[in-house]
T-cell receptor
Framework: GQNIDQPTEMTATEGAIVQINCTYQ??????LFWYQQHAGEAPTFLSYNVLDGLEEKGRFSSFLSRSKGYSYLLLKELQMKDSASYLC??????????WGAGTKLIIKP | DAMVIQNPRYQVTQFGKPVTLSCSQT?????MYWYQQKSSQAPKLLFH???????NEADTPDNFQSRRPNTSFCFLDIRSPGLGDAAMYLC?????????????FGAGSRLTVL
């Protein structure tokens, strides 16, 4: 079956760095997405990886290793507004998005 | 300006009373999706349209129906809501379903069933 695994919840301190991991098992692979979702709101796009390596976009970076079925989202200089759920999603060979349940990130002052 | 608009944002209905949720987009995207999301769970795809081509997920209950009368609008009909249908319903669009095509979501419609 197809599966996305990511931690349920993480806690970090304002100003620090946090890494949210995601492992995926999908039928084929056509890209890995990260979305941010604040409580009660819709997901918003953060990053897309299709080749191995690190993609940096401001305070957020995303890494992909296709051979390991692994990705992480790295958030630097954490701000209180970064408190949200972070959803990992893999696009399979049929171009369907397989979603994880999200990692709830709690930022403490 | 919002590009994917969902109405209503909050809907309260009684058990068994039909509900229609609407979604409109100004992006002229080919693909429109309806997702169901329950608290702390992954979004679950109910249907998607590629232009007028309708795709129903195998495990979407018959209680859920959808219509896309034109490129801009899409509707989700829940014919007889049960308590288990209480959830956030998310509409999303994309310009295609391959490669780096990103989903743009609406703000969601939160359904409460009494």
């Amino acid at each position: 079956g197809q599966n996305i695994d990511q931690p349920t919840e993480m806690t970090a301190t304002e100003g620090a760095i946090v890494q949210i991991n995601c492992t995926y098992q999908t039928s084929g692979f056509n890209g890995l997405f990260w979305y941010q979702q604040h409580a009660g709101e819709a997901p918003t796009f953060l990053s897309y990886n299709v080749l191995d390596g690190l993609e940096e976009k401001g305070r957020f970076s995303s890494f992909l290793s296709r051979s390991k079925g692994y990705s992480y989202l790295l958030l630097k200089e954490l701000q209180m507004k970064d408190s949200a759920s972070y959803l990992c999603a893999s696009r399979d060979s049929n171009y369907q998005l397989i979603w994880g349940a999200g990692t709830k990130l709690i930022i403490k002052p | 300006d919002a590009m994917v608009i969902q109405n209503p944002r909050y809907q309260v209905t009684q058990f068994g009373k039909p509900v229609t949720l609407s979604c409109s987009q100004t992006l002229n995207h080919n693909v429109m999706y309806w997702y169901q999301q329950k608290s702390s769970q992954a979004p679950k795809l109910l249907f998607h349209y590629y232009d007028k081509d309708f795709n129903n997920e195998a495990d979407t209950p018959d209680n859920f129906q959808s219509r896309r009368p034109n490129t801009s609008f899409c509707f989700l009909d829940i014919r007889s809501p049960g308590l288990g249908d209480a959830a956030m319903y998310l509409c999303a669009t994309s310009s295609g379903n391959s490669g780096a095509n990103v989903l743009t979501f609406g703000a969601g419609s939160r359904l409460t069933v009494l």
